[in-house]
């Protein structure tokens, strides 16, 4: 946590207060054009939303995404929940997962329905483009992240550290595991500076109404598969089957796929083709990977599926954040104000530098920089957001063209 020779210039500018339409129009703007994975749409989300809109400070936005490292679920879409949670209440939390989901399921259900005729486009030029856009991003989240959280060699070298275990450890436990390392570290051994208070969340969500989603969310988790031994419905397999995998999967994005493949699989409700060939869809789409669930419900094979599978998949699968979200941020935001939490905070958020700093290589950078050509393009797109301060919808758009040109040379 920033001390008061840390704190941001210009605290005042820091906006509070929105609606639902508003954040639905800012998600859904993001959702369009948030490629390359969990890790770089943390970038987009700090570019639009933090650096551009000041939703919150670099700080708040440090302390979102560490709590969502530590709740399972796809961590960016749990990181939007809680932006729009703070920006306009609980109407907030579901316009900002409406808005960034909705694009990429709409797309994968397309697929479902036989839109594959486009045929194989894991090789296209514009989606090459895309990858290489979302290296800047993510460079630019890391470079004004570390400014902000990481001023002096204490925690820079906690960044770096936090960078060098993830790179050893890379899994979503290992994350976790470095975060309650770095935090500890700082509560310990870093002196008690004086602290800033930090600004409040402004969440709307009452003590009572966060242990309710507490309480829902293990219930569920416990109550459906006994329920499903007991009643024989198909729409209850499938919402028990995808909720399960929602609650359990820590690390997101990528990791999902053996739970999901062993949810479907199995039992025929998807043949093995199906689900490599949505695989590779969802490759080319913007937004949560986890709305791959909505193909999975639209090709179940019997009823439900096609749309109606789609969104019990597609619902089932991320409630589970919802619930965590709204039960674990109140907590958060009440502990962050304490001194002995701030202190393990600086600490904690640093990590998440360091984190970041290894998602921009693997597998951000592997998967987009192959030759001098895409690390061009990526300069260059690194250039219009930092320096000319372009829109990062409109860098994407013109990293496709570039992508595609590329290719044809």
Not at 124 to 152: E, H, N, Q, R
Not at 304 to 312: E, F, H, K, M
Not at 372 to 390: E, I, M, N, V, Y
Request: charged residues 15%.
């Amino acid at each position: 946590m920033a001390s008061i020779e840390d704190a941001p210039e210009h605290d005042a500018e820091i906006r509070r207060g929105g609606s639902f339409l508003e954040v639905l129009l800012v998600f859904l703007r993001l959702g369009l054009t948030s490629f390359g994975g969990p890790v770089a749409h943390l970038g987009y989300f700090r570019e639009e939303l933090i650096a551009r809109r000041k939703w919150v400070d670099d700080a708040s936005y440090a302390d979102i995404v560490a709590l969502c490292q530590f709740l399972p679920g796809p961590a960016s879409s749990q990181v939007g929940i809680a932006l729009g949670l703070s920006r306009a209440g609980l109407r907030g939390g579901l316009a900002a997962w409406l808005g960034f989901t909705l694009p990429s399921a709409i797309a994968m259900v397309a697929f479902a329905y036989g839109v594959a005729s486009w045929g194989d486009i894991s090789e296209a030029g514009w989606l090459a483009g895309l990858k290489i856009v979302a290296v800047a991003v993510v460079a630019l989240a890391v470079w004004g992240m570390a400014k902000s959280l990481t001023p002096d060699r204490t925690r820079a070298s906690i960044a770096i550290l936090a960078a060098i275990a993830v790179f050893a450890w890379p899994t979503g436990y290992g994350q976790v595991f470095v975060i309650l390392i770095a935090g500890a570290l700082s509560w310990r051994l870093m002196p008690r500076e004086q602290l800033l208070p930090p600004k409040p969340l402004n969440l709307g969500i009452s003590r009572r109404f966060a242990t309710a989603c507490a309480v829902l969310f293990v219930a569920l988790l416990a109550g459906l598969p006994i329920l499903r031994a007991v009643v024989e419905n198909q729409a209850l397999n499938i919402f028990d089957s995808f909720y399960r995998v929602g609650s359990l999967v820590f690390g997101g994005g990528h990791v999902v796929l053996p739970l999901l493949q062993g949810e479907v699989v199995p039992p025929g409700w998807v043949t093995t083709e199906e689900f490599v060939a949505g695989y590779g869809a969802a490759q080319a789409v913007p937004g949560p990977l986890f709305t791959f669930s909505a193909y999975l419900g639209a090709v179940l094979e019997g009823e439900p599926s096609g749309w109606l599978g789609a969104s019990i998949a597609l619902v089932a699968v991320f409630l589970p954040s919802f619930l965590l979200v709204y039960a674990a941020l109140p907590l958060w935001d009440r502990l962050r104000a304490r001194e002995d939490i701030q202190a393990a905070t600086r600490g904690i958020n640093a990590a998440v530098v360091g984190i970041l700093v290894a998602a921009l290589y693997d597998p951000v950078w592997t998967s987009a920089i192959h030759r001098p050509a895409d690390f061009g393009l990526g300069l260059a797109a690194f250039g219009l957001l930092a320096f000319w301060k372009w829109p990062p919808w409109l860098v994407v758009i013109l990293c496709a063209a570039g992508g595609v040109l590329i290719a044809e040379l």
